[in-house]
């Protein structure tokens, strides 16, 4: 998408919308914030937001606001069907990304306060222009302001009332706004690196990515070995990584790898030359999978039940869904399909956050509706959650912070999957929202 396309008076009045929603979250929160950057410039030059700017941004005092807050206003986001995208909770760089329609980015960005400025990694600005802050309306709402805000202006573009259409901060903004560029580097390269070892931390290869991190998840895929002619589907793959580990276990068991990014096709390829005994047993389709059959951006999408009817020859079925939230059209789309064929196995990881309305639920019941059971449930961030010990459930195995559960009860299910449970962490993007990260159910 083009950045700097004219936005509609309809796409204007859903970002006036949104941005009401967060105000009132921050709002009921009792957290000072202010109008920043683009959405300050139009409400002073345009008497409204910029057309063609694709974000909006609110300023905080982030000294103010500590972690317990910043999971607040998660909570409170989601419950206003806002969607996160990201999260970096450090002082001097807090940012959380929220969006509700696709044509514009909203960011809650942190100030920390220094004896002489309001700062960020990249910039800055003079505390005097926060200390009182002033008020205006804008459509509709009454939203706070850096005083002597024409000043404020001056100070951080020079000539504010031109127009100038860039991404690049360096180009916008006075020289005197920017931090040198060995601040710059202290403060936003080394996070990045200690981010990065973070990261890597659980990572370290890939045999330690399984063992650590997603062992169970694969145990859950690998419980059907045994059973005879097993199709694999893995969908939503970077690596065909649990393709490998499950034709491992079975010389039987065939896998379709479907993934629409060629990047991700190239890395797939490139993992699987070294198992050349492998060869004749996986077929890698470079296509989307969605709720209909279509084309957008050059990738081509193919429902489901396409794939399920043309390479099922009385296998037994094994899906495997890492789709951050698309898993929602993914089954809805083929959902009379599925409900109709027996011996299958679906193993989802679940994305609560990236769920709308009710959809997912209305999915999962009318599978249990039509036969299908929980056979597995993998918690996250906590081996045994509250509601899992509250409720009894047995655990049968553990890795890392995450714990195995076998024969839940559907009903649990369906009350629980999709309540978000956001937890901080170091890494993009900077936070979970499961309580459980994955489930496989069978018919």
Same mark, same amino acid.
């Given at each position: 998408?083009?950045?700097?396309?004219?936005?509609?008076?309809?796409?204007?009045?859903?970002?006036?919308?949104?941005?009401?929603?967060?105000?009132?979250?921050?709002?009921?929160?009792?957290?000072?914030?202010?109008?920043?950057?683009?959405?300050?410039?139009?409400?002073?030059?345009?008497?409204?937001?910029?057309?063609?700017?694709?974000?909006?941004?609110?300023?905080?005092?982030?000294?103010?606001?500590?972690?317990?807050?910043?999971?607040?206003?998660?909570?409170?986001?989601?419950?206003? #069907?806002?969607?996160?995208?990201?999260?970096?909770?450090?002082?001097?760089?807090?940012?959380?990304?929220?969006?509700?329609?696709?044509?514009?980015?909203?960011?809650?960005?942190?100030?920390?306060?220094?004896?002489?400025?309001?700062?960020?990694?990249?910039?800055?600005?003079?505390?005097?222009?926060? $200390?009182?802050?002033?008020?205006?309306?804008?459509?509709?709402?009454?939203?706070?302001?850096?005083?002597?805000?024409?000043?404020?202006?001056?100070?951080?573009? %020079?000539?504010?009332?031109?127009?100038?259409? =860039?991404?690049?901060?360096?180009?916008?903004?006075?020289?005197?706004?920017?931090?040198?560029?060995? #601040?710059?580097?202290? #403060?936003?390269?080394?996070?990045?690196?200690?981010?990065?070892?973070?990261?890597?931390?659980?990572?370290? $290869?890939?045999?330690?990515?399984?063992?650590?991190?997603?062992?169970?998840?694969?145990?859950?895929?690998? =419980?059907?070995?045994?059973?005879?002619?097993?199709?694999?589907?893995?969908? %939503? $793959?970077?690596?065909?990584?649990?393709?490998?580990?499950?034709?491992?276990?079975?010389?039987?068991?065939?896998?379709? /790898?479907?993934?629409?990014?060629?990047?991700?096709?190239?890395?797939?390829?490139?993992?699987?030359?070294?198992?050349?005994?492998?060869?004749?047993?996986?077929?890698?389709?470079?296509?989307?999978?969605?709720?209909?059959?279509?084309?957008?951006?050059?990738?081509?999408?193919?429902?489901?039940?396409?794939?399920?009817?043309?390479?099922?020859?009385?296998?037994?079925?094994?899906?495997?869904?890492?789709?951050?939230?698309?898993?929602?059209?993914?089954?809805?789309?083929?959902?009379?399909?599925?409900?109709?064929?027996?011996?299958? $196995?679906?193993?989802?990881?679940?994305?609560?956050?990236?769920?709308?309305?009710?959809?997912?639920?209305?999915?999962?019941?009318?599978?249990?509706?039509?036969?299908?059971?929980?056979?597995?449930?993998?918690?996250?961030?906590?081996?045994?959650?509250?509601?899992?010990?509250?409720?009894?459930?047995?655990?049968?195995?553990?890795?890392?912070?995450?714990?195995?559960?076998?024969?839940?009860?559907?009903?649990? /299910?369906?009350?629980?999957?999709?309540?978000?449970?956001?937890?901080?962490?170091?890494?993009?993007?900077?936070?979970?929202?499961?309580?459980?990260?994955?489930?496989?159910?069978?018919?």
């Amino acid at each position: 998408m083009n950045d700097f396309f004219i936005r509609t008076n309809k796409q204007l009045s859903e970002r006036n919308k949104t941005l009401q929603k967060i105000k009132k979250i921050l709002d009921d929160l009792k957290i000072i914030f202010f109008l920043e950057g683009g959405a300050l410039l139009g409400a002073i030059r345009n008497k409204n937001f910029i057309k063609w700017d694709h974000d909006v941004e609110v300023g905080v005092f982030s000294d103010r606001i500590n972690n317990e807050k910043i999971l607040k206003i998660l909570n409170k986001a989601h419950n206003s #069907k806002l969607k996160i995208d990201f999260v970096d909770s450090r002082t001097n760089n807090l940012k959380i990304n929220l969006r509700e329609h696709d044509h514009t980015k909203f960011s809650i960005l942190g100030f920390k306060e220094t004896k002489k400025n309001l700062e960020r990694d990249m910039y800055k600005y003079p505390s005097k222009f926060f $200390s009182p802050l002033d008020n205006i309306n804008f459509l509709g709402k009454n939203y706070r302001i850096p005083n002597n805000v024409k000043d404020f202006l001056k100070w951080t573009y %020079g000539d504010w009332q031109t127009e100038v259409k =860039s991404r690049d901060i360096r180009v916008y903004y006075d020289a005197k706004a920017i931090n040198s560029i060995f #601040k710059i580097y202290i #403060k936003k390269i080394i996070p990045r690196i200690k981010s990065f070892i973070n990261k890597k931390r659980d990572q370290i $290869s890939l045999r330690d990515l399984f063992k650590k991190r997603e062992s169970l998840f694969q145990s859950m895929i690998n =419980s059907n070995q045994d059973k005879i002619n097993v199709l694999f589907f893995d969908i %939503g $793959s970077k690596d065909a990584n649990e393709s490998i580990f499950f034709l491992r276990k079975n010389e039987f068991i065939k896998s379709i /790898i479907i993934e629409p990014e060629k990047k991700n096709i190239r890395t797939i390829k490139k993992n699987l030359i070294n198992y050349k005994t492998y060869r004749k047993r996986f077929k890698i389709i470079n296509t989307g999978v969605s709720d209909k059959n279509r084309k957008q951006n050059q990738i081509s999408f193919r429902k489901l039940d396409y794939f399920l009817k043309k390479y099922n020859k009385n296998n037994h079925l094994v899906l495997k869904m890492d789709l951050e939230g698309r898993e929602t059209n993914v089954l809805k789309g083929a959902i009379k399909y599925l409900k109709k064929i027996k011996n299958i $196995s679906i193993v989802i990881k679940l994305n609560p956050v990236k769920y709308t309305n009710k959809d997912m639920y209305n999915v999962l019941k009318e599978l249990f509706i039509n036969g299908y059971k929980i056979k597995f449930v993998e918690s996250e961030t906590n081996v045994i959650p509250g509601e899992f010990k509250k409720n009894g459930l047995l655990l049968i195995e553990v890795m890392g912070d995450r714990g195995l559960y076998k024969n839940v009860d559907k009903n649990y /299910i369906l009350k629980n999957a999709f309540k978000p449970s956001f937890k901080l962490i170091n890494f993009r993007p900077g936070f979970t929202s499961n309580c459980i990260h994955s489930i496989m159910i069978e018919k």
